[in-house]
């Protein structure tokens, strides 16, 4: 039954992270969002038996995906809202 | 507003003709069929992995040798996406010289404590004999060649963010990237020259859960570690060392 | 392990609607973010939710209620009767690396465009219309 | 060693992982290899044609795993002379390119081959495999190539259509995957000819939805008409013979993908309504959309779609002339269109001007370019003495002998159409009044040795038709002929 209950629970917090991740207007949090997205679908795999796929999502989809989303964010804008920023203040998130 | 509602009902549309499609083969349905006697592919592949390949891992049989080719095909597509990158982000003619002199462009840092820099530094050579380790046992336990390159990927990540001067050797990269890729199609050409088919693998396949068993399949899953390996931290790096500028 | 096993088989159809479920709602959530939202990181953040979703529905359907892990560990080497798809698990794993692949090539994209236009709102790249 | 298809692939992979190293060595490197990659190619499959037409399709089993087991090469008549003719276009586009881009800087050329290498690479892979996942590993090859090459230039429209391109590319590739999971979860199989066996047995539902997501994917590829939107900004932002190898090479196979997916997946009869429609509507779009446009290469972009809609009617058409046709348009097609972006791109790159404006009385500058360019302009409406007559004249008489009289108008009107806008073109070329200074630029002799050789072919395709005619009607029949090719990949002595 915990277990049952377990696997509930991933599919919600599954869901929950890629809506998050869709609505959120601060992309660096929509971001984290995707990873969280990763983790669930992960432990997801390896219930399903299917071990070599867990580890695959874990190191590409959880580490390394999330960085490059957070390279791009650094060079391009944060706000979601605010499409383009003067290029110093990259990282303020005030409002014009 | 409409745009928006349009697109929210063709979605549904789109979900339930997906669902629906794909409730035909209903979940946890045994359509593997007798092992013994295979009719589908993956009974097929489930009955000579242990007998024909002993091979532990037969998700790894199938990846490395019963659909070879296609692994050949997606290192190709990871060794091309970095390729595209590097074309896509490459460096004006000024940066290219500054960079060969030593000087790269400063990279994209965070702010890391004495504390992070200290655990990097022990972690690193961990991390790289984790990913080491997970690609050389490919053929027995979960994990392989991709898996392994990407934790060496990851790897070299903390050192990047971490050290602002932890600069990978170009040349060592391009090597290794080569050298790797290279081997890959050597060793099914091997197996064209011996046995007359392209990335078949040796007669001689040890005994099953041995560390040497499965034939050429460590081996191969070796030169695709150190292939995804490379081709990550290329990737990383190109990334990394893109500065935002101010005119162009 | 057995209590789980059970519990897998005792409620299939609840699980089937988990799974599909949730690997279907992952798909459209992320093809809402690329036909709605505006920002290109947005649209490449939706690409990798659907690409989740692909890869959890290609897992789903390689399942076998009440098998294991197709891999032959040993004391396990006469199981071959009771293992899930392998076939799935190989493709997913081909498919995860090219999805990172064209992320990571999408991105790039992104990042030029942005030094470009200054923008990254996908309605003012409108240079190339028909 | 025995020349088998698998070398097709394998020498280009080689030599994209090798040429990373060889240029640290020499210079050219780059530039050079793949050039005798491609001739090596040219040959290989000069070889396997020969065997192919004399002793019946080729079946390359590899990693030794007899066909429904392991993935396999197939080589039918069909797919052969696709095969050589992809081939040796590859060799003529990159004899074209060799000294295009002598303006870039070192390391840049090398990307630039390697990716191109690549894309040719990848659709000999997409015409050869027999196996449905494989396919969609060398469709990503050609896109991830096509995407980084039309993103190639710096400018921000490249990025742009690069970007385009990729977001199409992407929900294409989704839907392709979607599409073959849900036949491996019917069939069991991802190998073609098993699934074509297993096809008759799933049930309804599935098997439509399944073709719908195909049909989507393998769609996008080949420039259908509402999912094209990447072709023209793709085609006009890349360099010029990228823009070539888009109709000759990725073209060739996409329009092969998806005959493939409708002549040995399903039934010819389950698709062929849906294809002549949706090639109509391609087809007719495209011609409105060319002759509105201002820039040369978009035009030539649309006029390209048009083409690809043509070739889609025949293959929906789908008797043995149809067919017939179809191949030989494809064929004039690779042919012709690479012809007009070569010598295009001349003036483009003369005027330093994408408009048509600029070409106001440009003959005189480059007789000889200009000559060429009207000679391909004149063979794509399909003007008697040349080959792209041919091709449409074969589709025209299929399509009476099945008494599809509408669509007899349809074609003949939109190649009035295309006729207009072809021959203003011609009369901005030859007619009108000259503006602007001298030619600084005249072409190289290898591209001028592409050019003519492209020339040649379609005069002499024109005349004697009947020199690969034969070879095409074989290829045809084996097309329609779905239970040899299961028979033939499926039972290997």
Request: no cysteine; hydrophobic share 55%; charged share 15%.
């Amino acid at each position: 039954m915990i277990l049952l209950i377990l696997l509930v629970v991933l599919a919600v917090v599954l869901l929950a992270a890629a809506v998050y991740a869709t609505i959120q207007k601060d992309l660096l949090y929509a971001v984290l969002a995707t990873g969280v997205v990763s983790l669930a679908l992960s432990v997801f795999f390896y219930l399903l038996q299917a071990p070599d796929v867990a580890i695959t999502e874990a190191a590409i989809g959880i580490a390394l995906t999330t960085i490059i989303f957070i390279i791009t964010i650094r060079n391009t804008t944060r706000d979601e809202d605010k499409y383009s920023e003067d290029m110093i203040n990259r990282f303020k998130t005030e409002k014009e | 507003m409409i745009k928006r509602s349009f697109v929210v009902f063709l979605l549904l549309v789109l979900g339930v003709a997906v669902y629906e499609a794909f409730r035909q083969a209903p979940f946890g349905q045994n359509r593997i069929g007798d092992v013994e006697n295979p009719q589908s592919v993956s009974a097929f592949y489930l009955k000579h992995s242990p007998e024909t390949l002993h091979t532990a891992n037969s998700v790894t049989a199938i990846v490395v040798n019963f659909r070879g080719f296609d692994t050949l095909g997606e290192v190709t597509v990871l060794f091309l996406a970095a390729t595209g990158l590097a074309s896509i982000l490459y460096r004006r003619k000024e940066e290219e010289e500054a960079a060969e002199k030593g000087h790269l462009p400063q990279r994209i840092q965070l702010p890391s404590s004495v504390l992070v820099r200290t655990g990097a530094k022990i972690l690193f050579p961990l991390i790289l004999m984790l990913g080491i380790y997970v690609f050389v046992h490919g053929h027995l336990t979960p994990g392989g060649g991709f898996q392994g390159g990407a934790i060496i990927a990851t790897g070299f990540l903390l050192m990047f963010i971490t050290y602002k001067r932890f600069n990978v050797n170009h040349n060592v990269l391009i090597w290794l990237e080569s050298l790797s890729g290279l081997a890959f199609v050597l060793t099914g050409v091997y197996g064209l020259i011996s046995y007359g088919s392209f990335l078949q693998n040796t007669g001689w396949t040890g005994r099953l859960n041995d560390l040497i068993s499965g034939g050429l399949i460590p081996l191969i899953y070796i030169f695709i570690g150190i292939k995804v390996g490379t081709e990550l931290t290329n990737v990383l790096d190109t990334l990394l060392h893109t500065k935002p500028r101010r005119n162009e | 392990m057995s209590n789980y096993q059970e519990i897998i088989s005792q409620y299939r159809p609840l699980l089937e609607i988990i799974v599909y479920g949730s690997a279907v709602a992952l798909i459209l959530i992320g093809l809402y973010a690329v036909l709605v939202k505006k920002h290109l990181v947005k649209l490449v953040i939706g690409l990798s939710l659907i690409d989740s979703g692909v890869n959890l529905l290609f897992v789903g359907v390689g399942y076998v209620t009440n098998h294991t892990a197709p891999i032959f560990s040993p004391g396990f080497e006469t199981a071959a009767d009771k293992m899930v798809d392998p076939v799935p698990q190989a493709l997913v794993l081909t498919a995860i690396v090219i999805g990172f692949a064209v992320t990571a090539l999408a991105l790039s994209l992104v990042i030029r465009l942005y030094r470009h236009h200054k923008t990254a709102n996908v309605e003012q790249l409108n240079r190339l219309r028909w | 060693m025995v020349v088998s298809p698998v070398h097709l692939i394998a020498a280009p992979l080689a030599a994209a992982f090798l040429i990373p190293l060889l240029n640290k060595l020499y210079r050219d490197a780059a530039r050079v290899v793949p050039g005798v990659v491609f001739l090596y190619n040219l040959s290989v499959s000069w070889i396997l044609v020969n065997r192919v037409f004399r002793s019946g399709p080729i079946v390359e089993v590899i990693a030794g795993w007899k066909p429904p087991f392991g993935i396999n090469l197939v080589m039918t008549p069909f797919s052969a002379v696709l095969v050589m003719l992809v081939s040796f276009m590859a060799f003529v586009i990159w004899l074209y390119g060799f000294r295009f881009k002598r303006s870039l800087k070192g390391g840049v050329v090398m990307y630039y081959e390697i990716l191109q290498m690549m894309m040719a690479a990848g659709s000999l892979g997409i015409i050869l495999t027999g196996d449905l996942f494989n396919m969609f590993v060398f469709v990503e090859i050609t896109g991830i190539t096509a995407i980084a090459l039309t993103a190639f230039y710096r400018d921000r429209d490249g990025a742009e259509a690069g970007f385009k391109y990729m977001l199409l590319g992407s929900m294409a590739s989704v839907f392709l995957l979607l599409g073959i999971l849900l036949i491996y979860t019917q069939t069991g199989s991802l190998n073609m000819a098993q699934i074509a066996e297993r096809m008759p047995a799933v049930a309804t539902g599935v098997k439509v939805t399944a073709l719908i997501f195909l049909l989507i994917s393998l769609g996008t590829e080949a420039e259908m008409f509402p999912l094209n939107g990447w072709a023209p900004d793709a085609y006009s932002q890349a360099p010029s013979p990228t823009s070539a190898a888009f109709a000759a090479v990725l073209g060739v196979a996409a329009i092969y993908a998806l005959a493939r997916v409708g002549f040995t997946l399903y039934d010819h009869g389950t698709v062929s309504g849906f294809l002549i429609a949706m090639g109509f509507l391609t087809m007719l779009f495209a011609e409105m959309a060319a002759i509105t446009q201002t820039n040369l290469k978009r035009m030539l972009a649309y006029s390209s779609m048009g083409q690809m809609g043509l070739a889609m009617i025949a293959f929906g058409i789908g008797s043995e002339a149809a067919l017939f046709g179809a191949l030989f348009l494809i064929i004039n097609h690779a042919i012709i269109k690479s012809l007009l972006f070569m010598t295009g791109s001349y003036f483009i790159y003369n005027l330093n001007d994408k408009r048509l404006r600029a070409l106001n009385g440009i003959h005189k500058r480059l007789p000889y370019v200009s000559f060429l360019f009207a000679l391909g302009a004149l063979a794509i409406v399909g003007f008697p003495p040349f080959s792209g007559f041919w091709s449409k004249f074969y589709i025209l008489t299929a399509a009476g002998a099945k008494q599809m009289m509408p669509l007899i108008i349809g074609i003949l009107a939109v190649t009035v159409i295309e006729m207009t806008y072809y021959l203003r073109v011609i009369g901005r070329i030859y007619f009108a009044k000259e503006e602007s200074e001298p030619a600084s630029h005249k072409p190289s002799i290898q591209a001028l040795v592409a050019m003519t050789s492209l020339a040649v072919l379609i005069i002499v395709l024109g005349l004697y038709p009947d020199l690969i005619a034969g070879f095409l009607h074989r290829a045809s029949m084996f097309l329609l002929d779905k239970q040899t090719y299961i028979q033939t990949v499926l039972h290997l002595s």
